[in-house]
């Protein structure tokens, strides 16, 4: 599997892709695969536009974007790009499902599509892959990931999740399937990019430092993980509740909550057990 | 009246609770059984079609808890009838859900319902699990660990680009792994 990573977004895009051209595990492979197939050069340039191209309409970093300059009255929503309309579409329909804990209106009046931006420029990369021919693929747009295609011949993606306490370990990790089930898995924190969510007026300092959210799709993780960081205890109970996602959520003080679908450790097989198992050979 | 309500505010909750499992196709309230039994057995043998008129009951809490559903309509039962003399535990048919079957025992007292509980919930291996989705408190020992070397991508926080030249994210990347 080859690995790349390019800058986008003020992050960094990290992709793994099989079935490019020049990135089979074996001559056998190669010689095998069809001319067609993409390289992985055309690969990686595919999913850099899609982000460069959602990065000039959405950026609020970038002061020539469509959304600067709506945020400057320079240019009205209404006059803007498909993108940016659609965007905003897609925010307000979440900050409805979510009761308004999820929302592009920031605290001082700017409208704020970060949270859903790179989303889309995540989804539409996974299938600018698929359209390309790369058969397995997992796309990490800082810390937000989403994969298509199984990691290996029936195997799953494992994914690491970062411990907020250490950004060199790992908390934990989830499996994704590539192909139906679980296909994404987004992360929001309040502590790294401190602005980066805004709670709820009254809410008071978010309860939890760091939410994991394992979907379906990487805008309902996306978007879920955000709105509950900001909204709280509340917030995580209603949604795991309502959609059909796993969250694994820390708190302040270090301690975690899961739901029942989150992956556990493996059981340790009892002592008792093995040496039974042992002598029955 | 004043029991309509109770019964109907019993049945919303219900469906609170209920509603999130996609319920399938539900059976009515099938039999009394002792307040203090736990009895499981009893499935949909009683169809609701089957089962004689009733208004404002017992079932009809229970239908209620599948009402968002769409799946039964106007089910009652012999257990119907609107005086406490119907005071009791019923256990609920076996339904399928999208975690599971699961199976609701409805006591009633003084004519309404008073409680909700669901007896059972299996996986599709015909283990026991969880009733609701709802995060719970997990040791760190519990969820399942990885090293660095074992997984294909970190998901984390959004980190920046600094950042990342500090993660984990960033050492994979390197290595090509």
């Not at chain 1, 536009?49 to 000039?56: P, S, Y």
């Not at chain 1, 307000?92 to 999820?102: C, D, K, N, V």
């Not at chain 2, 119907?86 to 609701?104: A, E, K, N, P, W």
């Not at chain 2, 409805?106 to 996986?123: C, E, F, K, M, R």
């Amino acid at each position: 599997m080859t690995a790349r990573a390019f800058p986008a977004m003020g992050t960094v895009v990290s992709l793994r892709l099989e079935g490019t051209r020049d990135a089979m595990a074996t001559d056998a492979a190669a010689a095998s695969l069809e001319a067609e197939s993409p390289t992985t050069a055309a690969a990686v340039a595919a999913v850099g536009e899609v982000f460069a191209r959602w990065e000039a309409h959405c950026s609020l970093y970038d002061p020539a974007s469509e959304l600067s300059r709506i945020g400057r009255g320079e240019l009205g929503l209404v006059d803007a790009g498909e993108e940016v309309r659609g965007a905003y579409e897609l925010a307000l329909h979440w900050r409805a499902r979510t009761g308004g804990s999820f929302t592009p209106h920031r605290g001082d009046g700017l409208i704020d599509l970060n949270g859903v931006v790179k989303a889309l420029a995540i989804a539409e990369s996974g299938a600018a892959l698929d359209g390309l021919g790369v058969t397995r693929w997992g796309i990490d747009a800082g810390g937000d990931v989403l994969v298509g295609g199984a990691a290996a011949e029936g195997q799953a993606w494992r994914i690491g999740i970062v411990d907020p306490a250490d950004r060199g370990a790992l908390l934990g990790a989830i499996d994704l399937a590539g192909v139906g089930g679980r296909m994404a898995v987004a992360t929001s924190g309040s502590a790294e990019r401190g602005d980066h969510i805004w709670t709820q007026p009254g809410a008071g300092p978010a309860a939890f430092v760091q939410v994991s959210v394992a979907a379906g799709d990487i805008l309902t993780a996306d978007v879920l993980a955000t709105a509950i960081v900001a909204g709280g205890r509340a917030a995580l109970d209603e949604y795991t509740e309502r959609f059909p996602i796993d969250v694994l959520a820390v708190l302040g003080d270090g301690s975690l909550l899961a739901t029942p679908g989150w992956p556990r450790a493996d059981a340790v097989t009892q002592p008792s057990a093995a040496r039974d198992a042992a002598a029955a050979r | 009246m004043r029991t309509r309500a109770l019964i109907l505010a019993s049945a919303a909750s219900a469906t609170a609770i209920l509603g999130g499992w996609q319920l399938g196709a539900i059976g009515a309230v099938t039999a009394p059984v002792a307040q203090s039994t736990q009895t499981t057995g009893t499935t949909a043998s009683t169809d609701a079609s089957t089962s004689t008129s009733g208004t404002g009951t017992s079932s009809s809490g229970s239908t209620g808890a599948t009402g968002s559903s769409g799946s039964t309509a106007g089910t009652g039962t012999s257990a119907a009838a609107s005086s406490s003399s119907t005071d009791g535990t019923y256990t609920g048919s076996t339904v399928s859900t999208r975690f599971g079957d699961v199976q609701v025992q409805v006591t009633i007292s003084g004519g309404a319902i008073t409680d909700v509980t669901p007896l059972h919930l299996t996986d599709h291996d015909g283990r026991s699990v969880m009733i609701s989705n709802q995060a719970a408190p997990i040791l760190r020992d519990e969820v399942l660990q990885a090293q660095s070397a074992s997984v294909y991508l970190v998901g984390g926080a959004t980190y920046t680009s600094q950042a990342y030249l500090q993660s984990l994210q960033s050492a994979l990347d390197q290595a090509g792994f």
